[in-house]
C-alpha cells in the first residue's frame, strides 16, 4: 500500500496567517491527489482534487500544488471557519489510502 | 444535489455482523460515479473500506476484503455494506461517500470523493 505522510501533525495559526500543509506519498503518485477538510463532528469535505473543475466553490485562498511524492495544501490568510483538520488521500493507486491529518488551531 | 444519508444498527455483538445501508436522494445510483464506504477510528484515521459501481463492480481494501461485502439495490437507490466477525478494532464512525472520476479509452479515473453521509457510530461491544 501506498503510505501518506503529513507534516506537520497540527499547527497553531492565526487569523490572516499564511499555514502550508505537507503530504508525501511512500511512492510516486503522479498528480492523482486529493484533499479534505474536515471540522469535528462532521464528515470530510472534498477540498483539492485531481481534478480542476472539482469540486467547485472552494474559496481562492486555499491552493494546492505538487506531483509524484511530495504535496502542499496553502492557505493563504487563514479565516475562523478554516480551523479543521485537513486530510490528503491519493487516489492514483488501489487501495486508496488517507494521511493521518494535520490539525489547524486557533493560535 | 446529491446527498447520502447512512442507517444501521450502532451498537454490534463481537464476532456479529455489521451492516450499514447508505441511500443517495438527488440524484442516482446508476451515474458515472463510484460508491464508498470509509470509516474512521481514533486509533486508525481514515480508512477506505471500499467501492461499488451501480454495475455491481466492486473494489475492496485487501485488509479487509475476507470480512467485507458492498452490495448496490439500484431500485431504492442504496448500496450497503456488511462486516462479518466484527471486533472491538471495528469500532468506528461508518461514511459513504461519492467517488468521482471519468472513463477515458478503457481506464477510470478518480478523483476525489465529493458528497459524503453525515457518518453513523458504529460501536462493537457486548
Known amino acids: 500500500d501506498i503510505q501518506m505522510t503529513q507534516s506537520p501533525s497540527s499547527v497553531s495559526a492565526s487569523v490572516g496567517d499564511r499555514v502550508t500543509i505537507s503530504c508525501r506519498a511512500s511512492?510516486?503518485?503522479?498528480?492523482?491527489l486529493a484533499w479534505y477538510q474536515q471540522k469535528p463532528g462532521k464528515a470530510p469535505k472534498l477540498l483539492k482534487s485531481?481534478?480542476?473543475s472539482l469540486p467547485s466553490g472552494v474559496p481562492s485562498r486555499f491552493s494546492g500544488s505538487g506531483s509524484g511524492t511530495d504535496f502542499t495544501l496553502s492557505i493563504s490568510s487563514l479565516q475562523p471557519e478554516d480551523f479543521a483538520t485537513y486530510f490528503c488521500?491519493?487516489?492514483?493507486?488501489?487501495?486508496?489510502?488517507f494521511g493521518q491529518g494535520t490539525k489547524v488551531e486557533i493560535k | 444535489q446529491v446527498q447520502l444519508q447512512e442507517s444501521g444498527p450502532g451498537l454490534v455483538m463481537p464476532s456479529g455482523t455489521l451492516s450499514l445501508t447508505c441511500t443517495v436522494s438527488?440524484?442516482?445510483?446508476?451515474?458515472?460515479?463510484?460508491w464508498s464506504w470509509v470509516r474512521q477510528s481514533p486509533g486508525k484515521g481514515l480508512e477506505w473500506i471500499g467501492d461499488?459501481?451501480?454495475?455491481?463492480?466492486?473494489k475492496y481494501n485487501p485488509s479487509l476484503k475476507r470480512r467485507v461485502n458492498i452490495s448496490v439495490d439500484k431500485s431504492k437507490n442504496q448500496f450497503s455494506l456488511r462486516v462479518t466477525s466484527v471486533t472491538a478494532a471495528d469500532t468506528a464512525v461508518y461514511y459513504c461517500?461519492?467517488?468521482?472520476?471519468?472513463?477515458?479509452?478503457?481506464?477510470?479515473?478518480?478523483?476525489?470523493?465529493?458528497?459524503w453521509g453525515q457518518g453513523t457510530t458504529v460501536t462493537v461491544s457486548s
Open positions: 461517500a461519492r467517488f468521482r472520476g471519468d472513463q477515458i479509452l478503457f481506464d477510470y479515473y478518480y478523483y476525489g470523493m465529493d458528497v
Open positions: 461499488i459501481y451501480h454495475t455491481g463492480s466492486t
Open positions: 488521500q491519493q487516489v492514483n493507486t488501489f487501495p486508496w489510502t
Open positions: 438527488g440524484g442516482s445510483i446508476g451515474s458515472n460515479s463510484w
Open positions: 485531481a481534478s480542476s
Open positions: 511512492q510516486d503518485i503522479r498528480s492523482w
